[in-house]
């Protein structure tokens, strides 16, 4: 059975900061794509990130949705079964529960940013973001 389990969730400030973290268990963690996704209020769910296998930070291996792009970074940790958002200058309109999701497969170049493209997910954490 896989198992993602978010936390770091909680309320912020505009402009400030807060990491999400996704632990994962039951599945080979290293051979697959991992993605975050969010769901604001009365909104469908919604890409956000996505990482390919590899831990290092190359343009080819990630992938963000331009409302997030230069403000959030998706990053793994292989040996502890972990993906990360890290959230900088946040927004009101980043408030929402947040999601992460293992992919159906991987490889170093694989960037999914469809839902149906991953097949396990989390439960969610609330970011709450004021003005």
């Known amino acids: 059975q896989v198992h993602l389990v978010e936390t770091g969730g909680g309320s912020v400030q505009a402009g400030g900061s807060l990491r999400l973290s996704c632990t994962t268990s039951g599945r080979t963690f290293s051979s697959y794509a991992l993605g975050w996704f969010r769901q604001a209020p009365g909104k469908e769910r919604e890409f956000v990130a996505s990482?390919?296998?590899?831990?290092?930070?190359?343009?080819?291996?990630?992938r963000y949705a331009d409302s997030v792009k230069g403000r959030f970074t998706i990053s793994r940790d292989n040996a502890k079964d972990t993906v990360f958002l890290q959230m900088s200058r946040v927004k009101p309109e980043d408030t929402a529960v947040y999601y992460c999701?293992?992919?159906?497969?991987?490889?170093?170049?694989?960037?999914?940013?469809?839902?149906?493209?991953?097949?396990?997910w989390g439960q969610g954490t609330q970011v709450t973001v004021s003005s």
């Open positions: 999701a293992i992919a159906r497969s991987g490889s170093d170049s694989y960037t999914p940013a469809s839902q149906s493209e991953y097949d396990y």
């Open positions: 990482m390919g296998c590899r831990t290092g930070v190359t343009r080819r291996t990630l």
